[in-house]
């Protein structure tokens, strides 16, 4: 991939985020979802098709760090689906499979289900983002299987749009099954597809930190405070370092993730990091801007909310952590 | 919106259904504040004061705040200007807004301790509706340390009555403006703070210019205590607290504002364009900056403690009753050690937080405002009947009496003006800060459950993060505390 074909894409992105979402983002934050143009233009972009080779995770990564810096929803809404189509991709071929590869997308993902020994729950997923514009659903089961739903199937039971933490206004809905023999059960490795989508998920973490960052410099620049400029205090500048450091190392876990030349434990490791460092920074960033900070016409509670909710992609930080662990002992017990 | 009333200790079955964590039962009051059990067989009713507005303050959670909590914040999502006048009437009835207020105006006169372990229950069930009830105490402590007991009685009356009548005329204070925030909150910072509100002297009384922002409660209080210097130029030695009618010609309400979390109450723009009001309406007859406003934020800040010990432990309680009845993969949570360490961690967060609340509270019991606002102890062992006679509510507006307040304000050391102003920002940001932590440590437990609204966690997350900002950041509150409690003199 080279250096053009990057920057062409973050342009793009970028433009569509400004000219797209960003007048959106009152109304999003409001209860309403991605309205479907909004999605087609997501789609015009080749968005949904990203998330299987290598070079595609580089750019993916580059388009939703871009992306989330406007709108975090509709980068979680992306990565769902290459979460999906990841899945889909490795495991063996299927008419079903066939079927929901050659959807035009977006596919929905529960994307902040733990991966576990047992995934589903009674038939249940909890979170299954893109339910709604999405043609089909993948389903983790197990550590070993994905169930392929179509959407409109009277298999399985889709609820109401929910309300979240972040993200908001991308589609979200929990999903029953009700008839577990009409669906298409297929294996497939699921830490070992999910893994490849470290590095957008991470891009998430980026973007956030990035418009945070920006925000509070900003603020920081203009407002007074004790008779000088926020910036002037020694405290206020020691949060601004930690927030560039925090957005400096979530940056740097997107390149590092996307080069595929991690090693599994330090590729988890980068990932956890990003995750953690984000929602520490967008703490930060919202006290800089004290009341103002807290009040969501100025945006930079959202980066907090949004941030907290993309540290549960893929499951609980704990759970990573200790996975992260048991690599590396089986990774030193190897060598 | 109609008041859902709930049934106290209600179990939680199943593992989906209800989604929501219903916290269990907490502990009793022994457990919970053996500081206070163990006095007593020394303090037999003063112990009893306080556990009985404990019990009166979890069946308010129980029954109101609980089973209401998430709705209304759904309502004031959609609408910041919903007013929850059913909840409001419901703790009208229950006299939870005139707790603080002296007996001889009507009020319960209860100790501060009673109300700051009120705070805490409430909060552990909803800290918005915690502030919505409870933020005019620091309308009614600033007219204290103003030493004005004609107008801490004018606002105590209309305050007891309307709760008598069931639709209690709140008090909003006005302190912040767009230009200075956390200035305003510290005498020292005031004096170079970009102040844009003035109170112009004019015949008979002041006009009031200029905007007030982030006023909670301030678009549905009757009444507004607004901090203005007579002169922007000089506002240490000029601000003053005014007394404003909602409705009085001049004023009007701004901006409400949509804020991450507490949304139960609201957060208003007050506006003043030329805003007359008279000569009595200054509460007052010395600037409020110094000792006055250090003694304002030593009870008050200490309140914000109790708030956040309240949230630490709500998330406390979310968070276990997730983890028994919920599973990870095929294991119970509660069986994993992780989620006993951080279950542990949160239990010692949050008895922290609460030592550092009420460490603060017996400072102020001590010799803060608070103890100087119940105008004596003399007074509150008068019979009701007695206080509500003339010659009593003479002597009240006597200048002997405002005197004997100014004589007490006056009076205290300055060491116990800076223990009171120290322990109450050490309460305020060593709890928020707590507070803030079991939010995150409840969301971790939870994962993907914590994420939805419906599941309360989320709620509280947004909830906590104001407790770091209002009453002065956390990071003011370090300096007034390191100025305070360290003699130390502050540098950029």
Not at chain 1, 140 to 168: K, N, Q, W
Request: glycine share 10%.
């Amino acid at each position: 991939m080279s250096g053009g074909e990057r920057q062409l894409l973050r342009t793009s992105v970028a433009r569509f985020a400004a000219e797209a979402l960003e007048p959106l983002t009152e109304a999003l934050e409001q209860g309403e979802s991605l309205p479907p143009a909004v999605v087609d233009g997501l789609r015009a972009l080749g968005l949904f098709q990203l998330g299987a080779a290598p070079e595609e995770i580089a750019l993916l990564g580059v388009a939703l760090e871009t992306l989330a810096d406007v709108s975090p929803a509709a980068a979680s809404l992306v990565l769902a689906n290459a979460a999906a189509r990841a899945l889909l991709l490795d495991a063996p071929s299927s008419a079903a499979r066939a079927r929901a590869l050659e959807a035009p997308g977006p596919l929905a993902y529960p994307l902040y289900a733990d991966i576990s020994e047992q995934i589903a729950d009674g038939g249940a997923w909890e979170l299954v983002v893109g339910a709604g514009p999405a043609s089909h659903l993948v389903l983790p089961f197990d550590e070993s299987s994905v169930l392929i739903v179509a959407s409109e199937a009277t298999s399985i039971r889709l609820g109401p749009l929910l309300l979240t933490l972040g993200m908001r206004g991308c589609p979200t809905k929990d999903a029953q099954l009700l008839e577990p023999a009409a669906s298409s059960r297929v294996e497939v490795d699921v830490r070992r597809a999910l893994a490849r989508l470290r590095a957008p998920a991470a891009a998430i973490c980026a973007g956030i930190v990035g418009r945070s960052l920006r925000t509070a410099t900003d603020y920081a620049q203009s407002r007074y405070q004790a008779g000088a400029l926020i910036i002037e205090h020694q405290e206020v500048r020691a949060m601004l370092a930690r927030m560039l450091a925090d957005h400096a190392a979530c940056h740097d876990a997107v390149e590092r993730l996307a080069s595929g030349e991690l090693p599994a434990p330090l590729a988890r490791a980068r990932f956890i990091e990003a995750k953690e460092r984000a929602a520490r920074a967008t703490l930060d960033g919202v006290q800089l801007l004290g009341g103002n900070g807290y009040m969501e016409a100025y945006g930079q509670e959202r980066c907090l909310r949004d941030a907290r909710q993309a540290a549960c992609c893929f499951g609980r930080l704990e759970v990573e952590r200790q996975a992260l662990l048991g690599e590396w002992l089986e990774g030193a017990a190897g060598a | 919106m109609s008041v859902r009333r709930g049934t106290q200790g209600r179990e939680h079955a199943g593992r989906r259904t209800p989604r929501r964590a219903a916290p269990a039962a907490s502990r009793d009051f022994d457990q919970m504040y053996p500081m206070f059990a163990a006095l007593r067989a020394s303090r037999p009713r003063h112990i009893d004061v306080l556990e009985r507005a404990f019990d009166h303050a979890r069946e308010f959670r129980a029954r109101v705040v609980e089973p209401n909590a998430l709705e209304l914040e759904r309502r004031m999502m959609e609408n910041p200007r919903y007013v929850a006048e059913d909840i409001l009437a419901e703790a009208a009835r229950r006299r939870l807004f005139t707790s603080l207020v002296p007996k001889a105006f009507g009020g319960l006169g209860l100790p501060f301790g009673a109300v700051m372990l009120t705070l805490e229950e409430i909060s552990a069930g909803c800290v918005g509706i915690a502030n919505l009830l409870a933020v005019h105490g620091l309308a009614i402590t600033s007219v204290a340390a103003t030493g004005d007991l004609a107008g801490l009685e004018r606002v105590s009356r209309a305050l007891v009555e309307s709760e008598r009548a069931g639709r209690p005329k709140l008090l909003s204070t006005g302190i912040t403006e767009p230009g200075a925030g956390t200035d305003t909150e510290d005498a020292d910072f005031l004096a170079t703070a970009r102040i844009t509100c003035e109170a112009t002297p004019v015949a008979g009384g002041y006009r009031l210019n200029g905007r007030k922002i982030f006023i909670s409660n301030g678009s549905i209080a009757a009444t507004h205590v607004v901090y203005m210097p007579t002169d922007r130029r000089a506002p240490v030695e000029t601000t003053f607290a005014f007394l404003v009618e909602a409705g009085t010609p001049g004023f009007s309400l701004g901006r409400v504002e949509r804020k991450m979390g507490q949304k139960a109450c609201p957060a208003a723009e007050l506006v003043f364009e030329d805003c007359f009001v008279a000569e009595r309406q200054r509460l007052g007859k010395e600037a409020l900056p110094g000792r006055r406003i250090d003694l304002i934020f030593g009870a008050t800040r200490g309140g914000v403690g109790a708030f956040a010990a309240g949230v630490a432990r709500g998330a406390l309680e979310r968070a276990r009753a997730f983890a028994d009845t919920h599973r990870l993969g095929a294991r119970p949570l509660i069986g994993e050690q992780w989620v006993q360490m951080r279950l542990a961690q949160m239990h010692m967060n949050t008895e922290l937080a609460r030592m550092a609340y009420v460490s603060a509270m017996l400072q102020n019991e001590l010799f803060g405002l608070l103890s100087l606002m119940q105008a004596g102890a003399l007074l509150e062992r008068l019979p009701a009947r007695l206080l509500a006679s003339a010659p009593v509510k003479r002597a009240l507006r006597s200048r002997i009496a405002r005197e004997r307040v100014e004589g007490g304000v006056a009076g205290l050391h300055d060491w116990q003006v800076a223990a009171t102003s120290a322990s109450g920002a050490v309460a305020k940001a060593a709890a928020s800060d707590l507070a803030v932590e079991n939010c995150g440590l409840a969301l971790d437990i939870l994962g993907a459950s914590g994420l939805r609204h419906d599941a309360g966690v989320e709620k509280l997350f947004r909830d906590a993060k104001l407790l770091q900002i209002y009453e002065g950041t956390n990071q003011l509150n370090r300096i007034e505390i390191f100025k305070k409690a360290l003699g130390g003199a502050h540098r950029r």
